[in-house]
């Protein structure tokens, strides 16, 4: 069946929007809760494995960037993003290097093997601890200007581009 | 005229009203409007902050996720009886997930409106019953059909792909004015011009008198017999001090989606024994593919074509859509130079999703210490069966397009190509290693003619209460098999009919 494109009601496009929110009840601006210090280091720890581009740590700033931003996102997060992204990394931390037989924290082992630990983690029944931490860390890279001149994904729309 | 927030007051509250409405979402938004558009007063209470539409641009994606998206996005329905664990994400905000929609309206298809009529006896919810609902909210929020030329590049090959094993690409209707193509939908509209909930409808609400609370959330509906006189709400301030607000009402209605609706009723002394049960969630799965060319996804209206060749006979919709790159990377297999040598080609791969027309397998219960809820879910056999077939479906259709290799949402999956398609086990996949996701949960107080088999009449009151309505996705009789909010706006606009007739 062919739909009919219709119009909105007379009057609709004269309607006021929604006004401007107050500006101490912006989002961003909110109150943020305590962030464990290890939560910062693990996720550090994380991606210096997975962003490694040749063996050696990614540059330092965007280390600095991706630790502290992952800090703010844990802060804000409440109940049970909290408990998944808990779990989650201390899966990685603690866990992650048996399977590799290094009964070690995940920071102790040098990169490649960080990597090789965290590879078999991934593809155990574990894998969605692994994803949940590397999808946070992976949105926080892929939104650095640096990674998105990198990899020409700076945004963009198509109608402005055609 | 404004939207008031819990935060910025310092005492407890009290009000009154003719209507408090709970969740400014799909559902609360558009009764809210009706009924203040009646004269009535109301309140619409909402947990979630306010953004206006325009702020949304200003956010990173990772910001919309963390301040607007319930659970930061993290939310999982446990997978029970060797199906899939599935990743259900909804929003709370102003505007509940409709702020967080990729646009698609769909009717509902016949043939469930067939099955509601006549087999559950929901005798208005037919074809004819429902057109005019659909009609009104298709004009209120500006339903139109998206151009080929806006179509992502990767959709355009899906299409190309699907084409060569007769399955059509067909247009998606979208509530859109004015797309721009930017594909950033689901973090808010940076142009304000995807029509949700608070572009849409709130602001005529709020033109016909009604107060919009953010911020705020409610405790439980407060009962005297039959009767649901008020709510009691609680908020915090600026200081993180905790305040009470009770609101006196002639009438409830309930739209906190079918995540919390259920809860919230219990709470409220609610005895049904069908809450909380009949979850559906339309179980989806992303397959990618990666192209010799770029084709940046993100480049187009974010969800543009849909293929519904297989929805009635086998249950399965294949959707367009885009999501961060970051999430992109992420569902690549690997960490280290290996992995980083993939993931800085995201633009080059595509996505499509499949989703199923899921039986109702899941249930809502409430979590021990925190009272949250927290979903099961038990995929029936024939849908569990159907994943093979949904996932080899899409990979065909890739590599009629050209792909060079997909990636499926097989945890651990080293992307395929061709040979490897063909050799790997998908019937093997247990549920635990599949990636799951769902926006679409409904069901959980389902709306039939029988106080034994539903939660609320086909007015949307719930059994044996005089005034207390729920008007959210939770009422769907049965999962739909194609994307909901259409379908809860018109579901709710027929609720307000009746509240005013
Ligand atoms: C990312 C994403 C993309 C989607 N894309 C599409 C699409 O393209 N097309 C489509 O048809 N559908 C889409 N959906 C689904 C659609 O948005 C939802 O089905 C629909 O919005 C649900 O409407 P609702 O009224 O049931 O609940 P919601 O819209 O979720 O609103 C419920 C509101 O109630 C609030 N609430 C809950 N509990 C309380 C409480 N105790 N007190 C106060 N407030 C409370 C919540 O914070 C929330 O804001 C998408 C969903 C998501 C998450
Ligand atoms: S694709 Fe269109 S509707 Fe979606 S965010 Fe971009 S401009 Fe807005």
Redesign the pocket.
Known sequence: MQLPVLQGPPGYEQLPPLPPAHPDVDVRRRRARAVPPSVRSTARTVAEALFSPDGSPPDAARLEFIESDFGDFYARSNGTARLVLRLSLFALMWVAPWFVFRPLPLSSLSLPQRARALERLEASPLGPAALAVKAMLCILWFEHPTTQAETNTAASCLRSRA | MTVRSGLLEKKDLELDCDTVV???????AVVATHLAEAGERVLV????PYVPALDHGGMRQSESIRHLW?DAAMTLAVGVGGGPSINV?????VG???I???????RIPEHVLHQWSRELELRDLSPKGMAPFFEQVERDVHVEEVPADMRSRGTALFGEGAAKFGAALKPMRRNTRGCDGCGRC?FGCPHGSKMSVDVSYLPRAVAAGAEIWAD???DRVKMSGARATGVD?TFRDLDDNKHRLRVRAERVVV????M?TPL?LERSGVRSPQLGKNLTLHPSFRVMARFDEPVRGWEGAL?SAYIDHYEESEGMLFNSLAIPNGVMAATLPGFGPKYWSRAKDVAHLAIFGGMLHDDAGGEVHRAPFTGEPVMSYRMSERDFGRIPRLLRRMADFWFAAGAREIILPVFGTEPLDADGVARFPFEQVKGHQLECSS??PLGSCQMGVARGTSVVDTNGKVWDTDNLYVA???IMPTSLGV????A?MSMATRIAQRMKA
């Open positions: 709970i969740g400014s979402g799909a559902g609360g209470l909402e947990e979630g319930r994400t909804t929003g709370r905000a509940g997930s409709s967080l929609t990729g646009g698609v309206c769909f689901n705020v959330r409610v709400a739209a906190a989606n079918a919390y919230l969800q926006q679409h959210c996705g939770s994307n909901p909010q259409l809860i």
